[in-house]
């Protein structure tokens, strides 16, 4: 029986998704202009009498954006031996990174804050005085107690940092 299933790994389904692999080309688009591409990476699937390892790029990106993360992909276990989980799956801060990214650039998010949601109690104010410690000028240019909206325009989000709890 194990040679069957085996003949039928190596005849039947690896071709099949090497032939889907191929038609992709390791990219599909999940979401408007977002696209992973889960390209193979250490080669191959490796199948054996207790595993079946597949490592894949996990990139987000814009559809038609070659973007790398500022940080290198790292090393990747396919299993870790002294977990007892049948089935195991790691993502990186190299995937939350690109993903980050790619939904800044291909939703564009921005939102406004207005003057009026800030709480009368609060220390800070979206006024012209509040806003010269970050602005040094704005109140002498405007007045110190003009209003002020600020338009928040994401534009990258490619340098996020994961921490193992302790």
Known sequence: ???EIQTALNSVIAPTI???????????????????DWSMVDGSPKINGYDLELGVKGLFHPEGDSWEPAIPPPFMPFIDHANAAKFQSYIST???????????????PNFVVTHDIVPAASPFQLIT???????PGLAAKYGPYQDMDVNIILTG??????????
């Open 94 to 108: 190299y995937t939350i990174n690109s993903l980050g990214n790619a939904a800044v650039k291909s939703l564009k």
């Open 129 to 135: 005085a509040s806003m010269d410690a970050l602005f």
């Open 157 to 166: 989000a490619d340098n996020f940092v994961s921490v193992p709890e302790t």
């Open 1 to 3: 029986m194990i040679a």
């Open 18 to 36: 090497n032939g889907f692999l191929n038609n992709t080309a390791g990219n599909t688009n999940l979401y408007e202009t977002l696209d992973l």
